[in-house]
């Protein structure tokens, strides 16, 4: 089956409105052939002029986060609702920067998911181990019990609006990637998973690498049968460097 492949720029707590505008300008400029969806999840403060930017072009825009309420007393934070009113098409939930640094839990992170798509925003749920983890054979464990926690919830039908993420956590921002063959297990991993709850979700799911990807090596992962994409921080704070990566989509 043959999947759309889908890349999102993480930009993270990075940027001012000046260079998130251009950044979005710089993109839009060079997109050229619409060999797959290309997304960026910026700063919840820039939504609204980037969400200026793209508008019109087919550079899509998310989030880097969504409250886990829909409404009320949750100082500091944004709801599903508000995103929407932005048109942001994807949320990140579980980002491994969130669950480590800013406690969010398996339990938050599907009330995240489940709270985007009632406002009919695509939750990209990032999954992934730790390299003691990696060490200690627990990848597919923590990747079970990262899924589970969200099907539990939402149900394995929601994923039929969903993209999943393989984000190995010590491949993140430490410039070492998983080597296409380490992530290609683990993307056939999580999608026989989900096949053996649903196959033709299975067959449909987006599933993208993210952790240190960049146009070196871009080529080369998104060959892999069941690497559909990538989520991209550092690489994707630089237009030419984002859209070397975009260009890396196997036709
Ligand atoms: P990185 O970040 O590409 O800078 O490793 C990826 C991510 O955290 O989504």
């Known amino acids: 089956m043959m999947r759309r492949s889908l890349v999102i720029g993480n930009w993270k707590m990075n940027g001012t409105r000046a260079s998130a505008e251009s950044l979005a300008q710089g993109i839009i400029a060079g997109l050229g052939a619409d060999i797959g969806d290309i997304a960026v999840c910026v700063p919840y403060v820039y939504l609204s002029s980037v969400a200026e930017v793209v508008k019109g072009s087919r550079l899509a825009l998310g989030s880097q986060n969504v409250a886990d309420k829909a409404s009320g007393a949750y100082t500091g934070e944004i709801s599903a609702t508000m995103l929407k009113e932005f048109n942001c098409q994807y949320a990140l939930v579980g980002h491994s920067e969130r669950r480590s640094y800013y406690g969010d839990t398996d339990a938050s992170v599907a009330a995240r998911f489940v709270q985007a798509q009632t406002q009919g925003i695509i939750p990209v749920l ?3 181990e730790t390299l003691e983890q990696r060490e200690e054979d627990q990848t597919f464990a ?8 969200v099907i539990d919830s939402a149900g394995i039908a929601a994923f039929n609006n969903a993209v999943i993420a393989y984000e190995p956590v010590w491949a993140i921002g430490t410039g070492k990637t998983a080597s296409d063959e380490q ?5 056939h991993y999580i999608r026989q998973f989900i096949a053996a709850k649903d196959q033709a979700i299975a067959d449909k799911v987006q599933i993208l690498y993210g952790g240190s990807a960049k146009p070196d090596n871009a080529k ?3 060959a892999m049968p069941d690497i559909d994409g990538g989520l991209i921080g550092g690489a994707s704070l630089d237009a030419e460097s984002f859209l070397a990566v975009y260009h890396s989509i196997s036709e």
């Open 183 to 187: 992530a290609q297990e683990v993307h």
């Open 126 to 128: 990032c999954v992934g």
């Open 220 to 222: 080369g992962l998104f």
């Open 142 to 149: 923590v990747i079970d019990q990262q899924l589970n926690a």
